[in-house]
């Protein structure tokens, strides 16, 4: 048996014995050649089926990305006020470290529930409106960002919970505005056209 293969390098690409016509472009991870794939949609939706992700499916990373981002804004937050507390009772050491780490985790942990809570309830508010509704819209999200600071504070009584609820409402208001405005000018056209 010959060993001339194990002299000659390992190559994936085209042979050089083939006329320059037939070689093809291949693909330098998987070697294959481009022209089999067809121009096929990425992902494969039921018939019917909307093409985007709907508010049900958007909830789990909304209320994971807050509770997240109230996690790492507590965090900062409890970090400045350790070292502020930390200072004025002159610690040091261990002991500095150790108040330090539970101001993190204190301020940190309510602020991620914080968070949390208030995107599991505007994501409530956002999917019962679509279910209720039937269509998803900008509507819902103003409407649930309202209902969300009405709920958020009624246990604190009626002035304050009224006062949530305009928070919400300005809050996700400005919010549509916002993405109707980045998007394109006639989306808000459209949204002025339909609703106003």
């Known amino acids: 048996m010959s060993d001339d293969y194990l002299s000659k390098p390992l190559s994936f690409g085209a042979s050089p014995a083939l006329p320059s016509q037939q070689i093809q472009p291949l693909s330098p991870y998987l070697n294959y050649d481009p022209r089999f794939l067809q121009n096929q949609p990425e992902f494969i939706f039921p018939e019917g089926a909307s093409k985007q992700r709907g508010r049900f499916e958007l909830a789990f990373s909304q209320i994971g990305s ?3 981002i109230g996690a790492g804004i507590g965090g900062m937050a409890g970090f400045y006020n350790g ?7 002159n610690q040091t050491g ?7 780490l539970n101001h993190v985790m204190k301020q940190g942990a309510a602020t991620a ?14 999917v019962l409106l679509q279910w209720a509704r039937g269509e998803d819209d900008e509507i819902n999200t103003i409407a649930a960002g309202g209902a969300t600071g009405l709920l958020y504070k009624s246990t604190a009584g009626l002035r304050k919970c009224a006062l949530g609820g305009g928070i919400g409402l300005a809050l996700s ?12 000018s006639g989306k808000l056209k459209e949204f002025r056209s339909q609703y106003l």
């Open 66 to 68: 807050s509770a997240m």
């Open 94 to 100: 261990k002991l500095r470290r150790t108040q330090l």
């Open 173 to 184: 208001s400005l919010y549509v505005l916002w993405s109707m405005s980045g998007g394109s």
């Open 83 to 89: 070292v502020r507390a930390t200072a004025l009772a």
């Open 113 to 126: 529930n914080t968070l949390g809570t208030v995107a599991v309830m505007y994501s409530a508010f956002g």
